[in-house]
């Protein structure tokens, strides 16, 4: 998925789509300045935090999905490693600080250009979490009060539902999946 672009980002002209010599995929190319756009796809890094067994969960205050539930995720930062960003989201939307950082899930969505990098975390405490800015309740609940059909992206709520399944098992296994939508 190629999204709009107007202008130069360089220079402020207008783009023009068009195949770069020597390229063989449209981008979007300045013609007063040669700059080209090249667009890429995003990570987004998140965490499961865990406690015993009960699992953190975020209702969104934020479009898109808001009033849905997830855990804490978002866009990568310049600069983070991802297991940075997986800490940084998880602080800034359940106000929790987590430990132990294992990747578990792996999700390519290459239609919108993301890929999910999903971590498994303990909390530091059963009363280390708090409503963050982009978070309208964040709760510690049991698989049995997981809001399944209130879940806001399709990506979480497999991932949660496998994770919820091999914990009964007592084994984790760490996956790459890949799926054209995102809820
Ligand atoms: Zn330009």
Redesign the pocket.
């Known amino acids: 998925m190629i999204g709009k672009i107007k202008f130069?980002t360089?220079?402020?002209?207008p783009v023009t789509l068009a195949i770069p010599r020597g390229d063989n995929r449209e981008r979007h190319i300045?013609e007063?300045?040669?700059?080209i756009q090249y667009q890429n796809p995003k990570i987004v890094s998140g965490c499961i935090p865990c406690w015993g067994n009960k699992i953190l969960l975020c209702k969104r205050a934020i479009e898109p999905r808001k009033g849905f539930w997830t855990v804490p995720a978002g866009y990568l930062e310049i600069g983070e490693t991802i297991e940075q960003g997986a800490r940084r989201e998880t602080l800034e939307e359940a106000c929790a600080v987590v430990e132990s950082l294992d990747l578990y899930q792996i999700y390519n969505l290459p239609k919108i250009g993301q890929v999910y990098m999903i971590f498994k975390g303990r909390l530091k405490g059963p009363d280390g979490f708090g409503i963050g800015e982009e978070s309208l309740d964040v709760k510690l609940v049991e698989e049995t009060d997981i809001p399944w059909d209130k879940m806001a992206f399709k990506v979480i709520h497999s991932t949660l539902s496998r994770f919820v399944e091999e914990r009964k098992q007592g084994e984790f296994s760490f996956r790459i999946d890949s799926t054209d939508y995102k809820w």
């Open positions: 130069c360089h220079c402020g002209h300045c007063r300045c040669d700059f």
